[in-house]
């Protein structure tokens, strides 16, 4: 079982049909985020923003601009989550990669892995701090810092597929996939930023649907787990 882990939870994840920032959901994320704690996991958090605003999807404005909204959008994800945590008992601190003392602690990965001893949850706000990156990097930028022993991205899909399980019936699903496979099949299970760092880095990757959690807070082999391992 893994002893310290970095969860990307995506703004997708947090968001409904009718609202951009869903109570509803994000209650139902913070209980299975308690699951891992309740496990005696050391849990670091970063929180997509893409449910509010995604840089790379405009056009006619200034990308830096647009992504620092991205950044705000994964702020108040983040703040979101803190507050449902809070309610349900979970000790939390959220740390922004830019500065907004009214609202957060400013991140420090020394201060992180403190939090973490002291058995806090640690929500990682504002992704990277820098335009042009995504959280998916940012999640693994930050499990290295905190050196987290996995990196854990919970989807709306099960696992990792040879092509889209909804459009191709007979799309394979992976238990295990090397890093160079990811990378030369193109498979989507995170941004090539994102593999290449985990890649160079060595930290594996968990990819599984967050509603299958609990089965990874018990230690149990969910979803596709990349790595550098070729057996
Ligand atoms: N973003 C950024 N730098 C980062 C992380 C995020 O500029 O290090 C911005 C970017 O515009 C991105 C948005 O924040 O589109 C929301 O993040 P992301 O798209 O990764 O969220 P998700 O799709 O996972 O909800």
Redesign the pocket.
């Known amino acids: 079982m893994y002893k310290r882990v970095l969860l990307?939870?995506?703004?997708?994840?947090?968001s409904s049909a009718e609202r951009p920032v869903c109570f509803e959901k994000i209650e139902q994320t913070a209980a299975d985020v308690k699951k891992l704690h309740d496990a005696g996991m050391q849990v670091g958090i970063v929180?997509?923003?893409?449910?509010?605003?995604?840089?790379?999807?405009t056009v006619a404005q200034d990308?830096?601009r647009?992504?620092?909204?991205?950044?705000?959008?994964?702020a108040i994800?983040a703040l979101a989550l803190q507050d449902c945590l809070i309610r349900l008992g979970v000790p939390t601190v959220v740390m922004s990669?830019v500065a907004m003392h009214r609202f957060c602690e400013e991140f420090t990965a020394r201060g992180a892995v403190e939090a973490l001893e002291a058995g806090k949850v640690v929500l990682f706000a504002?992704?990277?701090?820098?335009?042009?990156?995504?959280?998916?990097?940012?999640s693994a930028?930050r499990a290295l810092e905190i050196k987290a022993d996995a990196l854990l991205l919970a989807k709306n899909v099960d696992a990792v597929y040879s092509a889209d399980p909804k459009k191709d019936p007979q799309a394979k699903k992976y238990d295990h996939l090397t890093y160079e496979k990811v990378l030369n099949d193109n498979l989507q299970a995170t941004d090539l930023t994102a593999i290449t760092l985990c890649r160079e880095q060595n930290l594996p990757i968990l990819v599984f649907a967050l509603k299958e959690i609990e089965r990874v807070a018990r230690g149990e082999a969910v979803g596709t787990r990349i790595d550098a391992n070729h057996a």
Do not use: H, Q, V, W
């Not at 929180?47 to 840089?55: A, F, K, L």
């Open positions: 990307k939870i995506s703004g997708e994840a947090l929180t997509g923003g893409g449910n509010i605003m995604r840089g790379r999807d990308r830096s647009m992504d620092n909204m991205g950044m705000l959008a994964t994800n990669a504002a992704g990277s701090g820098c335009p042009y990156f995504s959280t998916d990097t940012a930028l």
